[in-house]
């Protein structure tokens, strides 16, 4: 019943800044938390950030720590990556993502915990 859809990406020059978008159908504040997670050529899937609807706790990867910043807006089901001094190593394909129920903060980061996935955004920053 939950369909997430991924907008916002696209090829930016290092240093840049893009704003990714994930659309989801229905309510979804039983989902806890929504994530972003991506995956660049070569690599595992890798866990970005994620916040929680009613509170709006937040979690990051180190990488992006002070760059990246996830919010989301209620009324409109929708939760944003704002990325800013973008670089090489950010490309990568941008999948969000909520799991089917609600998750403890350490299972936030696998992957395999998550239900539901939108299609994916491309990022590609060049140097």
């Known amino acids: 019943q939950v369909q997430l859809q991924a907008f916002g990406g696209g090829l930016v020059q290092a240093g840049g800044s893009l704003r990714l978008s994930c659309a989801a159908s229905?309510?979804?504040?039983?989902?806890?938390?929504a994530a972003w997670f991506r995956q660049g050529p070569g690599k595992e899937r890798e866990f970005v950030a994620a916040?929680?609807?009613?509170?709006?706790?937040?979690s990051y990867v180190d990488s992006v720590k002070g760059r990246f910043t996830i919010s989301r807006d209620k009324a409109k089901n929708t939760v944003y990556l704002q990325m800013n001094n973008l670089k090489s190593e950010d490309t990568a394909v941008y999948f969000c993502?909520?799991?089917?129920?609600?998750?403890?903060?350490?299972?936030?980061?696998?992957?395999?915990?998550?239900?539901?996935w939108g299609q994916g955004t491309l990022v590609t920053v060049s140097s």
């Open positions: 916040i929680k609807w009613q509170d709006g706790t937040t």
């Open positions: 993502a909520v799991p089917g129920g609600h998750l403890i903060r350490s299972s936030w980061y696998v992957p395999h915990n998550y239900d539901y």
């Open positions: 229905g309510r979804i504040y039983s989902h806890n938390p």
